[in-house]
């Protein structure tokens, strides 16, 4: 049997009647069976369509009753909103769970305006909300806090506009509680991201925090300081009160930290007794050692723990960003080595990483300036270099011009100019003997060569330094070329180039191995007795690991063994500034693990700033 729609069946007995102009009103919801005969004789007399409209009542009713339980029955809380021609907004639907949720009737709300329900804050709240889903045309979801019986709680809330030309504009809504879902949420986010005993950040939010602050820094050019904190005295408390006393000593020692921070500043626990703490946008090392003596003054006062009385102190390591490094893992490391440097002969002090250089007794020297005869620097004249080097009162300054390659071998660079030219030489030691003499009562000035060690071709090599090195006074050994499986690269010529070894020799593990491998035959070979004494920018393979990042430390077996022969060979190492100058870099090419091995092996070091222009001799002045 077709099923009608009571309209549909009422409006064809109307016309077969000739009854258009009656009306039909009722409830059908509150229409009892054994009534619904009699109205329908009312209205249709012996009309042979009244069982089909008596059907067609059934129908609707038992949808409606459907339709009611499901409307009812849900425990989201329904609604259906119109929207009025001034622009305003009515509700004409509540299900229950929506008169419950705010502790309403339905005759409290039916046909009312939000802010008639609920206020002018509230009830402005949620016409925005449907004119932002009306105007935008789409399912609008959102979560927001409603304070109901002085309680909190959060709703998640789902609004479909549905458009109609003949019957208007609504909006049919849906509200769900979710304050439950969300306090677990807000829990869980705790227990990940806080330390369940002091309740500050743990590794994993302090790290989270640390890389925004980096992206931060960049982003505004500015400056910030790590500070690794250890606890000195906190093992013997444990071992003598135990973990509960030692506990009630961390979470005081915690307050106390935070309480010299200032806002913005980020306090982390890294395990133990070790924490750690991020001073943003710092402006100089005084700032930093007014909170770290702060920090350490506060640490000192004695903590009351029942009947125990506990002493403690703090020894503090010092990184600063950019120039103790960039990344996360080389700042904590940094300021990691130098809170041990600290903890090792003082405990209750503190140290910046950057002294581990800065102590390091340097001589007011350049090791390391090139000229204009090297094909790939400035028209500077070498006198240009010696006045800077005066302005800024240095003792001495080294030139170490690239020696000419040899005769037969191809420079692999692009634009073949790793070297001075052959027949340049004799009028670069011509003019570097007479400006010695010139200056020699305002400073000593050293005329050498840096020998790029070439594998293969020691031979040729050793009879160039044969040929000119009693007119020398210094000089580096260096690798820039290396031999691939296709042919000679050099190393430090450009990005582009750098891919090419890579793709060459089929990794960049494969070319850190390679690059240290031919350091290690550099140092093993003979040259002869001009052989330079002292080593290169030892990490030049670094040249662009801002493009190309990596670990090198996965080669410190090699890194050892190769300061091992310059420690044996009484070689010096040349400690070369210019990465920090570099922006593919932005390091010195011996920093971290290196730099510690060769302080601690006792390797002489000399400073160098690998100038290509007088004006970056400078650099020597600023660093020390």
């Known amino acids: 049997m077709k099923n009608y729609y009571l309209e549909e069946v009422v409006d064809e007995i109307y016309y077969k009647e000739g009854k258009e102009n009656r009306e039909l009103k009722m409830d059908i919801l509150s229409l009892k069976i054994e009534n619904e005969l009699k109205i329908i004789e009312n209205l249709c007399g012996n009309c042979k369509r009244k069982n089909t409209l008596y059907e067609a009542i059934k129908n609707i009713k038992s949808l409606l009753k459907q339709y009611y339980i499901v409307f009812n029955g849900t425990q989201d809380a329904l609604f259906l909103v119109e929207m009025l021609k001034d622009g305003n907004f009515k509700y004409v639907r509540n299900n229950n769970a929506y008169l419950q949720e705010f502790g309403l009737k339905g005759e409290e709300i039916i046909n009312k305006t939000p802010k008639d329900v609920f206020g002018e804050e509230l009830g402005k709240r949620f016409c925005n909300y449907y004119k932002n889903c009306i105007e935008g045309k789409r399912v609008v979801v959102f979560e927001d806090d409603l304070f109901l019986n002085g309680k909190k709680r959060v709703f998640l809330t789902k609004l479909l506009p549905i458009v109609d030309e003949d019957d208007g504009v609504f909006i049919v809504g849906s509200r769900e509680d979710i304050t439950k879902r969300k306090e677990m949420e807000i829990e869980l986010d705790r227990m990940a991201n806080y330390d369940e005993l002091t309740n500050i950040p743990n590794m994993r939010l302090f790290f989270k925090s640390f890389r925004n602050t980096i992206n931060e820094s960049k982003k505004m050019d500015k400056k910030f300081a790590v500070l690794f904190i250890d606890l000195d005295w906190f093992k013997e408390i444990n071992d003598n009160y135990g973990h509960d006393v030692g506990d009630e000593v961390l979470v005081c020692a915690v307050k106390r930290i935070y309480k010299c921070l200032r806002k913005g500043d980020i306090l982390g626990r890294i395990g133990g007794d070790e924490f750690a703490a991020i001073l943003k946008d710092i402006s100089d090392r005084e700032e930093i050692e007014k909170i770290v003596k702060d920090i350490q003054n506060s640490l000192r006062k004695r903590i009351k723990i029942g009947d125990v009385t506990c002493n403690i102190d703090s020894s503090i390591g010092i990184t600063i960003f950019p120039e103790d490094g960039e990344k996360i893992e080389v700042l904590m490391r940094n300021s990691d080595k130098a809170m041990y440097k600290v903890k090792n002969r003082e405990k209750g002090g503190y140290r910046f990483f950057n002294n581990m250089i800065r102590e390091y007794n340097f001589k007011n020297k350049d090791g390391h300036v090139h000229t204009k005869y090297c094909p790939h620097g400035s028209d500077d004249n070498i006198e240009d270099y010696i006045e800077e080097a005066i302005k800024y009162k240095l003792d001495e300054i080294s030139f170490t011009e690239h020696l000419p390659l040899p005769e037969n071998f191809i420079d692999p660079s692009p634009l073949k100019d790793s070297a001075m030219k ?67 690269y050099c190393i430090d010529f450009s990005e582009k180039e750098f891919k090419k070894i890579i793709d060459d020799l089929g990794s960049l593990e494969e070319v850190y191995n390679k690059y240290y491998d031919t350091l290690i035959m550099a140092l093993k070979s003979d040259l002869g007795p001009y ?31 190769i300061l091992d022969l310059i420690k044996e060979k009484g070689y010096e190492l040349d400690f070369n500034i210019a990465g920090l100058r570099k922006k593919e870099c932005n390091e010195f090419y011996i920093e971290g693990k290196v730099l510690e091995m060769a302080i601690e092996k006792g390797i002489p070091m000399v400073l160098g700033s690998d100038s290509h222009s007088a004006k970056y001799i400078k650099c020597i002045k600023e660093f020390l």
Not at 471 to 486: A, E, F, R, T
Not at 543 to 560: A, D, G
């Open 422 to 488: 052959l027949e340049e030489m004799e009028s670069y030691l011509k003019e570097g003997h007479e400006l010695q003499e010139k200056y020699k009562d305002k400073i000593k000035v050293n005329i050498g060569v840096e020998v790029d060690y070439i594998e293969g071709y020691e031979i040729e090599t050793e009879l160039l330094l044969n040929k000119y090195g009693k007119y020398l006074n210094d000089g580096i050994l260096s690798v820039h070329m290396i031999k691939g499986n296709k042919r000679y």
């Open 531 to 561: 052989k330079p004494k002292r080593i290169g920018h030892l990490n030049l393979v670094r040249r662009f690991n801002k493009e190309f990042p990596y670990n090198y430390e996965k080669h410190i077996s090699k890194i050892e063994e």
